[in-house]
C-alpha cells in the first residue's frame, strides 16, 4: 500500500526555519518524482518543489528559490524540504507528493502528473 505521511509544520515567527519531512512506504523514492505543494484556503495549490526519483535533481519555485531545500534520504526512503528565512506569504498546508517522472521540471503543470498524495501538514508563520 502507497502512504506518505508529511510531518514537521508548525507555527513559527517571520525568519526561523522549518523542516518538513514526507516518509514514504509502499514504493521506492527512485520509483517516482517528490513534489512539494503548498496551499492555502480559496487558491489552487501549487507546486513549491521536486525532487526527482532518477538522479535527485531538484527545482523550485522563484517564489522560495534560495529559501528552500529540498533532499532526501534514499536509506529513509524520506524526503525532507528545509525552509529557512519564512515569510508572512508563506503559510499553507504543506503537501508532498509522488509525480509522474517527467511531470516535476516544470512545477505550474507538475499537479497533473500525481499519482500520491500525502495528508499535509500545517505551516504557520505568525509574529
Known amino acids: 500500500q502507497v502512504q506518505l505521511v508529511e510531518s514537521g509544520g508548525g507555527v513559527v515567527q517571520p525568519g526561523d526555519s522549518l523542516r518538513l519531512s514526507c516518509a514514504a512506504s509502499?514504493?521506492?523514492?527512485?520509483?517516482?518524482?517528490i513534489g512539494w505543494f503548498r496551499q492555502v484556503p480559496g487558491k489552487e495549490r501549487e507546486g513549491v518543489s521536486s525532487i526527482s526519483g532518477s538522479d535527485g535533481s531538484t527545482v523550485y519555485a522563484d517564489s522560495v528559490k534560495g529559501r528552500f531545500t529540498t533532499s532526501r534520504d534514499i536509506a529513509k526512503n524520506t524526503v525532507y524540504l528545509q525552509m529557512n528565512s519564512l515569510k508572512p506569504e508563506d503559510p499553507a498546508d504543506y503537501y508532498c507528493?509522488?509525480?509522474?517522472?517527467?511531470?516535476?521540471?516544470?512545477?505550474?503543470?507538475?499537479?497533473?502528473?500525481?499519482?500520491?498524495w500525502g495528508q499535509g501538514t500545517p505551516v504557520t508563520v505568525s509574529s
Open positions: 507528493a509522488a509525480v509522474e517522472p517527467g511531470w516535476g521540471r516544470i512545477l505550474r503543470t507538475m499537479l497533473v502528473g500525481v499519482h500520491y
Open positions: 509502499g514504493f521506492t523514492l527512485n520509483s517516482y518524482t
